[in-house]
């Protein structure tokens, strides 16, 4: 495997603009996990004019609930969720500056045009393999929304965590 050495937060756009659909890329750096309840309460948020728990510039979100550690784990297992049910969401925070997704399945035609109206990629995680993801996560903290449980927003730190670029900056799609 040829795989991509890729440093998160991004630091710029042309970092970005050379990943491509089909790429294999090991992610290291930090993140930030949301799913469903958690983009609600974003929303939420950003109608009031309030600042989100984190800052969306060139950051990525892991679409993740994670089971919980067993002692001496950092995380449970930590494999991706379901992307469309955040679609909704997505184009706004796309628009404030997210430029990365980790999740899993297709996403809508509102999701990949604001991923070429800001250059930002979507990457699969492999769903299934928590197990062996949770291996890549070397620090976990919950940062926002314990309330949650498992869907709480949590800042990860991750090295040389595996993924795919399945939707690139262009909107090419290994989907489609």
Do not use: C
Not at 16 to 31: K, N, P
Not at 69 to 81: D, E, F, H, L, W
């Amino acid at each position: 495997m040829n795989e991509k050495m890729i440093q998160i937060p991004f630091a710029s756009q042309e970092e970005i603009l050379a990943l491509h659909a089909g790429d294999e890329v090991l992610l290291s750096g930090t993140l930030y996990t949301a799913r469903d309840a958690a983009h609600k309460r974003m929303s939420e948020l950003l109608a009031k004019g309030e600042p989100l728990p984190f800052p969306l510039e060139n950051q990525t979100i892991y679409y993740l609930g994670p089971s919980p550690a067993r002692p001496g784990q950092v995380i449970g297992s930590a494999g991706p969720t379901t992307a469309t049910r955040m679609d909704r969401y997505t184009p706004q925070l796309l628009d404030l500056g997210l430029k990365g997704m980790i999740g899993k399945g297709r996403r809508s035609e509102d999701v990949v045009n604001a991923m070429i109206r800001n250059g930002a990629v979507y990457f699969a995680a492999i769903g299934g393999a928590g197990a062996l993801l949770s291996k890549a996560i070397t620090q976990s903290e919950v940062i926002a929304w314990e309330d949650l449980g498992t869907e709480a927003v949590r800042k990860l730190t991750i090295k040389n965590f595996p993924a795919i670029v399945v939707i690139d900056a262009a909107g090419k799609s290994l989907y489609t």
